[in-house]
T-cell receptor, first 116, second 116 residues
Framework: DAGVIQSPRHEVTEMGQEVTLRCKPISGHNSLFWYRQTMMRGLELLIYFNNNVPIDDSGMPEDRFSAKMPNASFSTLKIQPSEPRDSAVYFC??????????????FGPGTRLTVL | AQTVTQSQPEMSVQEAETVTLSCTYDTSESDYYLFWYKQPPSRQMILVIRQEAYKQQNATENRFSVNFQKAAKSFSLKISDSQLGDAAMYFCAYHPAWSNNNDMRFGAGTRLTVKP
């Protein structure tokens, strides 16, 4: 298995531009998570999906952020318009959710976003 | 809400020596899972070790072992015979076993430096 795939690995954009981050979870996994990591705030959960349905988006910082999961093998995190304070590493993770289980999360390599 | 605390922002160890990273957590649940993730400079989050709360025996993975103290809500990671490749950020994480929520709680991380 290729693991969780994220693209792009690096993104540099200018303030005000739209940014779209992409994630392909591990095949067979039914939960997907978007995290943001910064030096100041550490690892923050932005949103997660179970069976393609958003369950908790309380971590999404503002309306400028939106996430979709149109099918079990693809998700996007969009920032529109982007701001310099959005600069961070964005991780996607997936897991196979059981009624009770370890629910270990497998992380992608991350996307380093720089907003100038 | 469950919280995870890593009180050591930075630790260092001499190569071949042993180091222990601390983690405490707060929960009212009786059944849950605990994890240690490693994040090397490559940024990839890698699962190091997992502990089920219902198991009394401490988990061990080669040079990595944990000291799980359920009553004290403590979950420390011991790295024996430290190697240069162990240098990384280490995150402690908690996940309830029975929950409608599927999100994992992470600590702030401990940066481990290994001195040759």
């Amino acid at each position: 298995d290729a693991g969780v795939i994220q693209s792009p690995r690096h993104e540099v954009t200018e303030m005000g531009q739209e940014v779209t981050l992409r994630c392909k979870p591990i095949s067979g996994h039914n939960s997907l998570f978007w995290y943001r990591q910064t030096m100041m705030r550490g690892l923050e959960l932005l949103i997660y999906f179970n069976n393609n349905v958003p369950i908790d988006d309380s971590g999404m910082p503002e309306d400028r952020f939106s996430a979709k999961m149109p099918n079990a093998s693809f998700s996007t995190l969009k920032i529109q318009p982007s701001e310099p304070r959005d600069s961070a590493v964005y991780f996607c993770a997936s897991s196979f959710r059981l009624a009770a289980g370890s629910n270990e999360q497998f992380f992608g390599p991350g996307t380093r976003l720089t907003v100038l | 809400a469950q919280t995870v605390t890593q009180s050591q922002p930075e630790m260092s160890v001499q190569e071949a020596e042993t180091v222990t990273l601390s983690c405490t957590y707060d929960t009212s649940e009786s059944d849950y899972y605990l994890f240690w993730y490693k994040q090397p400079p490559s940024r990839q989050m890698i699962l190091v070790i997992r502990q089920e709360a219902y198991k009394q025996q401490n988990a061990t993975e080669n040079r990595f072992s944990v000291n799980f103290q359920k009553a004290a809500k403590s979950f420390s990671l011991k790295i024996s015979d430290s190697q240069l490749g162990d240098a990384a950020m280490y995150f402690c994480a908690y996940h309830p076993a029975w929950s409608n929520n599927n999100d994992m709680r992470f600590g702030a991380g401990t940066r481990l430096t290994v001195k040759p």
